[in-house]
């Protein structure tokens, strides 16, 4: 049977050269043996790792240095479609010569890129992406195993989207940054949900915690909580038409932000006591705390400061009045 009524012929393009011929010949399919790893003075690692998703499994030989832990050699034997072939001889090749800890560092985006013919080019249609993330599991499985640790140690963020490597810090930050609302932006930014596209909404080829469109959800209630927020504090309403209890709010604000902390430096402090519509005028009463009061300069440089603050902050109509 040809390949062309195997898969169909549009899809067949979209796999590199590289891709297509290590599905027909893989370079490190096999196994390697308890005896073989002794010859070599390793110690054997077999770990196995299948993907729900599509029921390939994978299991990864390593022969590693003891000593050195550098992986001497590297096998896999695959129970999956041509891809998962591909992506598993790859990886076995990435693994071989570097250290336990360095393989941990490859990625799925590692496998995909090594099996690329051009750079700017996928290896692989986007459905078949998840296949290189099993690769990249099995690695994790191998190293744990070898260590003597939980396969999560080596996970130290959650990630969302597996065939892009996304975490969900990294989604909050793009999605709130860039004011983010659908997940054609969220793919434009990061690339999650380019491939498998599992992490957008349920029904994908794996069940997720949490996907593309709940963090959508998230950010559109985190938004809508703050404007409601902003409304109750007067933030998005002029000064002279805030209730008395959003004015002061707002001038301790920028007093806080802006005056307070010079004041306490210098051993004083105020406070705010009133503050009235006067014609077109608002005065603002303070009164001076600590060694603020009664020092010369609070009747005219810091009080012109702290005026000149406010009105270029909250109304141009402020006048600041010590009491």
């Known amino acids: 049977m040809g390949m ?45 790792f299948g993907a729900e998703s599509c029921g390939d499994a994978v299991r990864l030989y390593w022969a590693v240095d003891p000593k050195t ?12 479609c041509g891809t998962a072939i591909a992506s598993s001889d790859t990886m076995a090749e990435l693994c071989k010569g570097k250290t336990v800890d360095e393989a941990v560092k490859i990625t799925n985006i590692d496998v995909e890129k090594a099996m690329r013919d051009e750079p700017d080019t996928p290896a692989v249609p986007p459905q078949k992406m998840h296949c ?3 690769a990249y599991d099995v690695i994790k499985k191998a190293a744990a195993q070898y260590k003597g640790v939980d396969i999560d140690s080596f996970e130290e963020e959650i990630i969302v989207c597996e065939c892009a490597r996304v975490s ?5 930050e793009v999605i709130r940054l860039n004011d983010l609302t659908t997940v054609e932006q969220i793919t434009d930014y990061t690339k999650a949900g380019a491939f498998c596209k599992s992490c957008i909404k349920p029904g994908g080829h794996e069940e997720k915690d949490i996907y593309l469109v709940d963090l959508l959800e998230e ?6 909580s703050k404007a409601a927020d902003a409304t109750a504090s007067g933030a998005d309403v002029p000064f002279k038409e805030m209730t ?16 307070r902390q010079m004041l306490i430096m210098d051993g004083g402090d105020m406070e705010i006591l009133d503050i009235k ?28 400061a702290i005026e ?16």
């Open 4 to 48: 062309d009524s195997l898969i169909g012929g549009t899809i067949w393009d979209e796999y590199s050269n590289k891709v297509t011929e290590l599905m027909n010949n893989p370079k490190n399919m096999g196994e390697i043996t308890e005896e073989e790893a002794e010859a070599m003075g390793a110690k054997l690692i077999v770990a196995d």
């Open 168 to 172: 969900l810090s990294t989604l909050r």
């Open 277 to 304: 519509d006067n014609g077109e005028n608002i005065d603002i009463y303070i009164r001076y705390l600590g060694a603020c009061n009664g020092c010369a300069s609070a009747s005219t440089g810091t009080l012109f």
């Open 244 to 259: 008395i209890v959003q004015k002061i709010k707002a001038v301790d604000k920028i007093i806080d932000d802006n005056i």
């Open 219 to 224: 950010y559109e209630k985190e938004k809508i």
């Open 69 to 80: 832990d550098v992986i001497l050699e590297s096998k896999f034997k695959s129970f999956g």
């Open 132 to 134: 290189s993330v099993m």
């Open 308 to 323: 000149n603050t406010l009105k270029e902050k909250l109304d141009p109509n402020i006048r600041v009045l010590p009491i």
